[in-house]
Nanobody, 119 residues
Framework: QVQLVESGGGLVQAGDSLRLTCAASGRTFSSIAMGWFRQAPGKEREFVAA????????SYADFVKGRFTVSRDNAKNRMFLQMNSLKPEDTAVYYC????????????WGQGTQVTVSS
């Protein structure tokens, strides 16, 4: 089992930056692939970014490319999402997720952290 806890959300203005952190339990963190998702009010949850277990390869949704950066520190069981140039449409609950390989379904989810961007 993997337990995930997100932190770092908050209320910011358009153009500001935030850094989200996902803390993972267990000694297998370096062998699991991770991702970030978000869900805005009245909308379905959507993919934001992903990073492989080694941290060597990342992928992003088109709407965050060039603004968001996903990274991980396997020594500290942490994954991060650096969000720059935030827009009001980035307002959502952000979730981190984990899966055992790079192409399977995400099996483990955090409780989410709220990000609100005011105009």
């Amino acid at each position: 089992q993997v337990q995930l806890v997100e932190s770092g959300g908050g209320l910011v203005q358009a153009g500001d930056s935030l850094r989200l952190t996902c803390a993972a339990s267990g000694r297998t963190f370096s062998s699991i692939a991770m991702g970030w998702f978000r869900q805005a009010p009245g909308k379905e949850r959507e993919f934001v970014a992903a990073i492989r277990s080694s941290g060597g390869r990342t992928s992003y949704a088109d709407f965050v490319k060039g603004r968001f950066t996903v990274s991980r520190d396997n020594a500290k069981n942490r994954m991060f999402l650096q969000m720059n140039s935030l827009k009001p449409e980035d307002t959502a609950v952000y979730y981190c997720a984990a899966r055992w390989d790079d192409y399977g379904n995400y099996e483990f989810w955090g409780q989410g952290t709220q990000v609100t961007v005011s105009s």
